[in-house]
């Protein structure tokens, strides 16, 4: 046999072969029917396979719908931080391995994320910064360099922010804690004196909406639930707060449920002083606000109009510009608004927990 006849045999049974497959399909079909009981039939299974395809695609659809949903679920910080860790990951890894004491402040700010995506999330927030400070630094017609310069300060500014935001939502929580005591004592106290136990009293304050303290006692009922004692419970709680007044709470119910006593009056008397103390660091806050308010007003106010009043009437007087028109704008612009901040941060500060 030659080589053309080897050639035409091969395609003969590959062509065999192909109407094999293409006919497994249909091989259901019986050929004892009739023609018009066939194409019936092969219509049938066409119905099939397109009813089959849109449940599939229906199925697909809903999966997708449902990924979306949770997606959307998640916040913008945390998809922002998940998009910078795909992205930077090898930065983010390294400048969280120098960053230490990083979990803890998280978990004491109770901020729902792990090391490495709240790294990613600092290296974002610096990048948007930069870009923003330098940004205006050439919308104000500065030099490259000092544009520049702006935006790494910019970059600084934000990483360093980010690195203490942890800190500054603990110490907010710790505020927020010490407010709502007096009423969670209150709380707790009233069910004791009606018969319910201590623990149950913590999950009605856990399911209560007093804000972060509700938070703390659920994260206490979640220790306890995980074989944690009652007593490591409160010392947790202690620990994460690192605050006087829940301090005192806590040393009193565990003296109270180890030397036996009254623990709904000794609740009730905290709660009272608690208050008592607030009202009176709140009555010394209102005097101490009512003498800054002039010097706010002052540097807000008087100080900038004195300045630009002072530039233009020594300019007027020596036939020339004293200052650059951008180092006007930078002082108008960020430097009184700074030293204003400052003293609204200062009296922020001030505020009685």
Known sequence: MGIKEKILGFFERLGKKTI???????SRIPKTLTLQERLQLLKKLQEEVSQ?????????????????????????????????????????????RSIKGLDYDLLRANIKMSKEQFVALMLGVSIFTAIFAFLMGVLLLMPAD?????????FIGGFLYMRNYPRIVWRRRVVEVEKALPYVLRHMASLLSAGVGIAEAMVSVANADYGPISEEFDLMIRDMHGGTSFEDALMRFEERMASENVSRVVKQILRATKFGGNLADILYKLAEDFSFEYRMKLVEYIQKVNGVAFVYMFITIIMPTLFVVAILAASLMT?????????????????????????VFMIKRSEPR
């Open 319 to 343: 036939r020339a510009l004293v200052m650059p028109v951008q180092g006007l704008a930078v002082i108008l612009l960020f430097g009184f608004p700074a030293i204003s901040t400052l003293v």
């Open 52 to 96: 089959e395809r849109e449940e599939r695609f229906e199925k697909e659809l809903e999966e997708i719908v449902e990924w979306r949903k949770k997606e959307l679920g998640k916040s913008f910080t945390h998809r922002f931080s998940e998009f910078m860790l795909r992205h930077f990951k090898g930065p983010v890894e390294s400048f969280t």
């Open 20 to 26: 094999e497959v293409s006919e497994r399909p249909i």
């Open 146 to 154: 000092i544009s520049l310069m702006l935006g790494i300060l910019g």
